[in-house]
């Protein structure tokens, strides 16, 4: 007998999924160009990453987990997050977010659900602009980004370099 699936849950991330979390952004650094890393993380090394996404202030980690049917286990689906923009103190009031789905469940409307957490989460917070930047083509992230107010505000061309090609990033901003 088959069960039926269990609804997503998302809440703040915790150490607990530090292993789950790098596998998901390693596929991305290992696929895509999406990330501007080049060489896979350890979850040692993603750590400190996770650690400075309390369950508080501008700084979030939002995950995505469902229990499986069968087995009742977790499985970590995605995450989004808010983080420093720039390390200046006058930057303190922006901060970059980004979100990333587990290779095979995207088109599931899991970005939407992560986002729509990571703004309520944020709304407290003394914060006046969020930034995305997106490796182009990348129009699910485009899409994405639009739905949730970022507006367009240029292209940084060529910036990046992986697989052996250059890539631009489509900077985006939305008022908070």
């Given at each position: 007998m088959v069960s039926e699936p269990t609804e997503v849950?998302?809440?703040p991330g915790v150490e607990g999924d530090l292993d789950a979390l790098t596998e998901i952004y390693n596929h991305y650094v290992r696929?895509?160009?999406?990330?501007?890393?080049?060489?896979?993380?350890t979850p040692r090394e993603r750590l400190p990453w996770l650690l400075s996404h309390p369950e508080d202030g501008p700084h979030r980690l939002m995950v995505a987990a469902r229990s499986e049917p069968d087995t009742g286990a977790e499985r970590i689906l995605g995450y989004a997050?808010?983080?420093?923009?720039?390390?200046?103190?006058a930057y303190a009031t922006s901060v970059e977010t980004s979100v990333y789905v587990a290779h095979g469940a995207g088109r599931r409307g899991l970005g939407t659900l992560?986002?729509?957490a990571l703004f309520q989460s944020l709304s407290g917070e003394d914060l006046h602009r969020a930034y995305a930047g997106i490796t182009q083509p990348n129009?699910?992230?485009?899409?994405?980004?639009?739905?949730?107010?970022?507006?367009?505000?240029?292209?940084?061309?060529?910036?990046?370099?992986?697989?052996?090609?250059?890539w631009d990033v489509a900077w985006y901003a939305k008022e908070l």
């Amino acid at each position: 007998m088959v069960s039926e699936p269990t609804e997503v849950q998302v809440r703040p991330g915790v150490e607990g999924d530090l292993d789950a979390l790098t596998e998901i952004y390693n596929h991305y650094v290992r696929e895509t160009a999406i990330t501007f890393d080049t060489v896979p993380l350890t979850p040692r090394e993603r750590l400190p990453w996770l650690l400075s996404h309390p369950e508080d202030g501008p700084h979030r980690l939002m995950v995505a987990a469902r229990s499986e049917p069968d087995t009742g286990a977790e499985r970590i689906l995605g995450y989004a997050t808010s983080g420093p923009h720039r390390p200046k103190p006058a930057y303190a009031t922006s901060v970059e977010t980004s979100v990333y789905v587990a290779h095979g469940a995207g088109r599931r409307g899991l970005g939407t659900l992560l986002y729509d957490a990571l703004f309520q989460s944020l709304s407290g917070e003394d914060l006046h602009r969020a930034y995305a930047g997106i490796t182009q083509p990348n129009e699910a992230s485009v899409r994405l980004h639009t739905r949730f107010g970022f507006r367009y505000l240029g292209t940084f061309g060529e910036v990046g370099r992986k697989f052996g090609r250059y890539w631009d990033v489509a900077w985006y901003a939305k008022e908070l």
